[in-house]
């Protein structure tokens, strides 16, 4: 290897090599690395929300619809377009420069060769849905896979190097560039256009900064040789991305096809806002950091045991008061928020909380499977997951919405006990002690929600707008659950102190230690 190639790919154990020492010193490297990716996360989130809220109002539902139908075949395409191969740049203590080179190609050629296969395939696909419109929108969306084959390997390379301030920066440009575009046309009154402009601008930007960030230059080079070296992990891994995908998109394909666009619409805008939060503030947050942290615990069940207590602990802190609170609000942001095209979305929004909270739990699970070397029961997992999945999702749209999310409760708490028992099982730890960090946030959302819902009913009765009784009812949320934190004295409270820089810390436990004392 060379001076500029050592540079540019260095060993993993350099980049992580805080990790090697006690578990105080292990600690210090999973918050830095889960403060830059929450960061990243936070801010594309307050862009995304705030865009689609504007995009509500400029856009019909179909719109949405359409554009779901059309990213959920495109997505399918897509997990097979990296073959699992990212995975071996970040994962190796060694990865040799023509290696990555030869993923570069791979999937840069894959992407030339699917791009092709779904434009041609387009008529077919809306055949298959039965909706002439989506046919262009597929195949201009298929651009979209060249654009994240360039941006694929130099993000691998800075996860590899625990640049996660680099990808923040990369996440939300990206995000800002889709925010101006889509509101700029849709503006103009290009209605569905809009949105798959603005995908195409953040892909281009993103694949751009990306290269440029990682400083890494393509060379015209292929190893057969290097690439059979990690056959078996693709493998295995390219079967969950498969799976993943395909159930994801279920929703899209099934709803699309038997109950139409208007009530894709609907459903897509209640699982914006209970499934996304979950992906961008926990399984994207947390999945990243844990994986190599997991890795480097494998001799210690009680400290993986811990960490992962402490994990699902803290999300569910922060994401149930979250979910719980959309279903709460779900009446009044929905009527004067999102306008009154969008009121069927609001028992939706009600019901999937319950939904994305069982989701919070399992959501960051997968890294404990990649961490001990048990893919192919991860993959067994996936399988089984997602037959159930589909048989929910099929069974609900025989009756309607409202059926498909009370069938996907069902399937989603069987699949998040199944795979909780199996990770309590291989680090070693009754369940129970696993998920008792759960509990009390859990109790404290269910006192929030119930304080709140019946806030909203008292002000309703007295004529208040919905705009007005929203600015009132999200910080009475937010004031009633820190105080029942606080009583309840949560071990996440400590957990999220400890993510924040040291002198911001101690500031915090010293206003905590004293409101506990008021308390």
């Known amino acids: 290897m060379s001076d500029r190639e050592a540079k540019y790919f260095p060993p993993a154990s350099a980049a992580s090599v805080g990790m090697d020492g006690d578990a105080a010193s292990k600690r210090a490297v999973l918050n830095r690395g889960v403060r830059w990716t929450a960061l990243a996360q936070g801010l594309t989130a307050i862009v995304q929300m705030g865009v689609i809220v504007v995009l509500a109002r400029l856009l019909e539902p179909s719109d949405f619809g359409l554009l779901a139908m059309a990213t959920a075949v495109m997505a399918i395409v897509a997990a097979v377009q990296t073959l699992g191969t990212h995975g071996p740049l970040v994962q190796r ?26 434009i041609l395939a387009a008529p077919l696909v809306a055949m298959a849905y039965q909706t002439p419109a989506v046919e262009p929108l597929v195949q201009v969306i298929a651009l979209t896979l060249v654009l994240y084959a ?28 889709f925010a101006i575009t889509a509101l700029v046309l849709a503006s103009l009154g290009y209605g569905v256009w809009s949105l798959v402009t603005a995908m195409l601008a953040a892909a281009a930007v993103e694949a751009v900064i990306m290269l440029v960030a990682a400083r890494y230059w393509p060379r015209l080079r292929f190893s057969f040789t290097e690439l059979r070296s990690i056959a078996g992990y693709a493998a295995n891994m390219t079967g969950v991305n498969i799976l993943n995908v395909v159930v994801r998109n279920a929703d899209s394909l099934i709803i699309g096809r038997w109950l139409g666009a208007g009530a894709l ?39 993986t045991a811990r960490t992962m207590q402490r994990a699902m602990g803290g999300a569910a802190f922060v994401m149930f008061p979250l979910l719980g609170g959309v279903a709460a609000v779900a009446r009044p942001f929905t009527d004067g928020v999102l306008g009154p095209e969008w009121a069927g979305a609001a028992l939706l929004l009600m019901l999937m909380a319950p939904v994305g909270m069982l989701r919070t739990l399992v959501s960051a699970t997968g890294a404990l499977f990649l961490a001990r070397d048990r893919t192919r029961l991860l993959l067994l997992i996936h399988l089984g997951g997602g037959v159930l999945l589909l048989s929910a999702y099929l069974a609900g749209v025989q009756i309607g919405l409202v059926a498909v999310v009370l069938a996907l409760f069902v399937a989603e708490a069987i699949i998040t006990t199944v795979k909780l028992s199996i990770c309590a099982s291989i680090v070693r730890t009754p369940l129970h002690r696993l998920v008792a960090g759960v509990g009390p946030p859990l109790l404290a959302t269910g006192i929030m929600v119930a304080a709140v819902m019946t806030l909203d009913r008292i002000l309703l009765s007295l004529e208040w707008s919905d ?23 949560l071990q996440a409270v400590h957990d999220l102190i400890d993510l924040t820089p040291a002198p911001l810390a101690a500031r915090l436990r010293a206003v905590m230690a004293t409101a506990m004392r008021t308390a």
């Open 93 to 118: 203590e060694q990865v040799a420069p023509i290696l990555i080179d030869t993923v570069f190609l791979l999937n840069l050629g894959l992407a030339l060769i699917l791009m092709t296969a779904l």
């Open 150 to 177: 360039l941006g694929g390997v130099p993000g691998a390379l800075l996860a590899r190097r625990m640049q996660f301030g680099v990808i923040a920066v990369v996440d939300t440009v990206g995000a800002v560039a």
């Open 265 to 303: 619409g609907l459903f897509g805008m209640a699982t914006r806002f209970t499934r996304q939060p979950v992906e961008m503030f926990v399984t994207a947050v947390l999945a990243p950091v844990l994986f190599p942290a997991y890795s480097r615990m494998q001799g210690d069940d009680v400290l």
């Open 467 to 489: 705009p007005v009784i929203l600015t009132i009812l999200v910080p009475t949320g937010m004031v009633i659950y820190t105080l029942l934190a606080l009583v309840f004295r």
